[in-house]
């Protein structure tokens, strides 16, 4: 039998089998983080590495593209290849560059080819809105109405989406597929082995956002015949605000032209031949568009050395454990206080994060803030709470749902006004 005290939970992290790298991150001891599943916290060797790349510019100028450390001229290929194994990918499938949302522009300009009746991209209604504006957005440029050629899947009951329905929206009138990976509110994982394999019974191409699963889940990308994948490196990966994304393309796709061509989609032995007629690269380095942004990379570098050194399986295990633990404990503690747990219970269909809904979700979240306490609000009525299982702890959880609970008995909540912050 569990029991559900302070010392249970400091017990929990002394025997847990995954070493916890929380020691290398910069932890504020009077709060509790809870919202790595929007920015991931800073680590000491992150910002040692943005220090060693301003240095490499301080010391080599024009030559630190091709000496130093890290050449920069080389970059986002070696990270590319540190990446593979977050995504279970052949090294030369990935590349760090761009963003999110440019990424996918990219992909999509690539791999949609409206032809005779297949002329529409599936989505689905519960995707973050940057990639249904991108998708609109292309449609667009093809001369198509987003309102009849963008079809977008429902949910039965706003939070998750069933695989079957999915699949039953692959007409002979879709080109291509792109879906989330993870859906950002409930935290759903979904099947992306068996939508490919149902995609690709039916001619289509599918592509996946992997922005909420990238450092919280196992992929195998390669192995499940994805075509294409995106996401950004600044959540669970702690690589910093704005830093930059990656994409995936399985190798089948190699020799494919980029739809948005640039000059770092050249192959590298011949891209400084300043040739007008373009030769791009062999590899996932086609689909890179401009100069990669260094700086924005360089905590790459060091996140990408610790997830390799820890490895995503255990990772995953380790953010399984906690989030079982999490749930039981709200199930505990706050069995009368009208809090619902909608994320998916099972561990195979859970991402990282839990995903409580309260019709006072605005107000809680401003008083866990004041108790110190960080989470991520997700209006009306949602409450992302994030154990990243690289620096947070069993206590944090424990100290998180204890604040919940003084909150909620004491009311505390009814300080705050219902108005949501500019940025939630």
Same mark, same amino acid.
């Given at each position: 039998m569990?029991? /559900?005290?302070l ?6 992290d002394h ?10 991150? =910069?932890?504020?001891d ?5 919202d790595?599943?929007?920015? *991931?916290?800073?680590s ?7 220090l060693?790349l301003?240095?490499s ?6 030559d630190?593209?091709?000496?130093g #450390?890290?050449?920069? @001229?080389?970059l ?5 290849r540190d990446? !593979?194994p977050?995504? &279970?990918a052949k090294?030369?499938? $990935?590349i ?5 949302t440019? %990424?996918?522009?990219?992909?999509v300009a690539?791999?949609?080819q409206p032809k005779?009746?297949r ?5 689905d209604q519960? %995707?973050f ?6 998708l609109?957005?292309q449609?667009?440029l ?15 009951d706003?939070?998750t989406l069933?695989?079957?329905?999915l699949?039953?929206a692959?007409?002979d009138?879709? !080109? ?7 859906l950002?509110?409930?935290?759903q994982v979904l099947?992306m ?8 019974e039916r &001619?289509?191409?599918?592509?996946? #956002?992997?922005c909420?699963s990238? *450092? ?6 390669h192995d499940?015949g994805v075509? /294409?994948?995106?996401?950004?490196n600044?959540k =669970?990966v702690n ?5 930059? *994304?990656g994409l995936?393309v399985h ?7 980029p739809g948005?061509a640039?000059w @770092? ?8 031949d300043?040739?007008?007629?373009p030769? @791009?690269?062999?590899?996932?380095g086609? @689909?890179?568009?401009g100069?990669p942004h260094i700086l924005?990379?360089?905590p790459?570098i060091a996140?990408?050395?610790?997830? %390799?050194?820890v490895g995503?399986?255990?990772l ?6 906690m989030t ?5 404990l709200?199930?505990?503690?706050l069995?009368?206080?009208h ?6 219970? %099972? ?7 839990l995903y409580? +809904?309260?019709?006072? !979700?605005?107000r809680?979240?401003k008083a866990l803030?004041? +108790?110190g306490?960080i989470p #991520?609000?997700?209006p009306?009525n949602?409450?992302?709470l994030a ?7 069993y206590?944090?959880? /424990? ?5 919940l ?5 004491e009311?505390?909540?009814e ?6 912050? $500019?940025v939630?």
């Amino acid at each position: 039998m569990t029991a /559900f005290t302070l010392q249970d939970a400091k017990n929990r992290d002394h025997q847990d089998s995954v070493a916890s790298k929380r020691d290398l991150f =910069y932890i504020d001891d009077s709060k509790v983080y809870m919202d790595g599943n929007s920015l *991931g916290l800073l680590s000491r060797p992150a910002e040692q590495k943005v220090l060693e790349l301003l240095e490499s510019w301080k010391t080599y100028a024009i030559d630190g593209w091709t000496s130093g #450390d890290h050449p920069w @001229f080389y970059l986002s290929e070696k990270l590319g290849r540190d990446t !593979a194994p977050l995504v &279970g990918a052949k090294p030369e499938e $990935v590349i760090v560059t761009g963003s999110t949302t440019v %990424n996918l522009h990219q992909l999509v300009a690539s791999f949609f080819q409206p032809k005779n009746n297949r002329t529409k991209i599936l989505a689905d209604q519960l %995707n973050f809105p940057s990639d249904i504006y991108a998708l609109q957005s292309q449609l667009k440029l093809k001369g198509l109405d987003p309102s009849t050629h963008l079809v977008q899947v429902n949910s039965k009951d706003g939070l998750t989406l069933a695989t079957e329905n999915l699949i039953q929206a692959m007409t002979d009138e879709i !080109a291509l597929i792109v879906l989330p990976s993870v859906l950002y509110r409930s935290g759903q994982v979904l099947d992306m082995e068996a939508l490919t394999e149902a995609a690709h019974e039916r &001619g289509i191409l599918i592509g996946f #956002d992997l922005c909420h699963s990238i *450092g919280a889940t196992v992929h195998q990308l390669h192995d499940w015949g994805v075509d /294409f994948a995106f996401w950004c490196n600044y959540k =669970y990966v702690n690589a910093g605000p704005g830093s930059t *994304g990656g994409l995936f393309v399985h190798e089948k796709h190699f020799g494919a032209n980029p739809g948005l061509a640039g000059w @770092f989609a050249s192959d590298k032995s011949k891209q400084f031949d300043m040739n007008h007629e373009p030769v @791009f690269a062999e590899d996932a380095g086609a @689909f890179q568009i401009g100069t990669p942004h260094i700086l924005s990379t360089a905590p790459l570098i060091a996140s990408l050395e610790m997830f %390799n050194e820890v490895g995503i399986a255990s990772l995953r295990e380790r953010s399984l454990r906690m989030t079982d633990y999490f749930m039981n404990l709200i199930d505990h503690k706050l069995a009368n206080d009208h809090f619902s747990i909608s994320n998916p219970r %099972n561990a195979k269909s859970r991402g990282g994060h839990l995903y409580l +809904e309260h019709e006072e !979700a605005v107000r809680i979240a401003k008083a866990l803030k004041a +108790e110190g306490i960080i989470p #991520d609000l997700r209006p009306p009525n949602g409450i992302r709470l994030a154990p990243v299982p690289l620096y947070n702890t069993y206590e944090d959880i /424990f100290i998180t749902v204890q604040r919940l609970k003084e909150i909620m008995s004491e009311r505390k909540y009814e300080r705050f006004s219902s108005t949501r912050e $500019v940025v939630s």
